[in-house]
T-cell receptor, first 116, second 109 residues
């Protein structure tokens, strides 16, 4: 099966500019996650969708970050305006559901953001 | 949230078995034990998971202590391609996958 697709792979922007990342999950996966991974740290969950509804966005900095999953398939994560500390890899993952602790996540390769 | 404790780093020789430990003393009865690994410049990759019994798959084995307060990921013959950060994570129904710092495994030729 095709994996989780993410684009762009790399993005360099100036601070205060905006950026958007796109994710296409595995076909049929109802749950989609966005993680932020700062260099040297483990990934941190930003937002979790179940179909097109938000399950958890408690760690999303809502003053500058937004995410949507229209039609319950693709998702977009936007940062506006970007800060230097937003430099990180943004990882998208998907799973078949979230109703059991046995669900396995499949991750994309990530989008690396550098803010200058 | 139930937490896990792993060594920051471990070293292994190529073609030898590797035992990666994980302590999770506050685990509850419905927590699954998941292991993911992250190779350089890639997203995390699922390795194995279990609830109470030991588990085997083509990548690794998972040995779970009888009291479930610890587990060990076993790579039977380490290769250079197994050099990665290995994350031990507890997961229950509906919750997010919460990553800690993981164990950086270095494999020497």
């Amino acid at each position: 099966e095709a994996g989780v697709a993410q684009s762009p792979r790399y993005k360099i922007i100036e601070k205060r500019q905006s950026v958007a990342f796109w994710c296409n999950p595995i076909s049929g996966h109802a749950t989609l996650y966005w993680y932020q991974q700062i260099l040297g740290q483990g990934p941190k969950l930003l937002i979790q969708f179940q179909n097109n509804g938000v399950v958890d966005d408690s760690q999303l900095p809502k003053d500058r970050f937004s995410a949507e999953r229209l039609k319950g398939v693709d998702s977009t994560l936007k940062i506006q305006p970007a800060k230097l500390e937003d430099s990180a890899v943004y990882l998208c993952a998907s799973s078949q559901g979230h109703g059991t602790g046995a669900n396995v996540l499949t991750f994309g390769a990530g989008s690396r953001l550098t803010v200058l | 949230d139930a937490k896990t404790t792993q060594p920051n780093s471990m070293e292994s020789n190529e073609e030898e078995p590797v035992h990666l430990p994980c302590n999770h003393s506050t685990i509850s009865g419905t927590d699954y034990i998941h292991w993911y690994r992250q190779l350089p410049s890639q997203g995390p990759e699922y390795v194995i998971h279990g609830l109470t019994s030991n588990v085997n798959n083509r990548m690794a084995s998972l040995a779970i202590a009888e009291d479930r307060k610890s587990s060990t990921l076993i790579l039977h013959r380490a290769t250079l391609r197994d050099a990665a950060v290995y994350y031990c994570i507890l997961r229950w129904a509906g919750n997010m996958l919460t990553f800690g710092g993981g164990t950086r495994l270095m494999v020497k030729p």
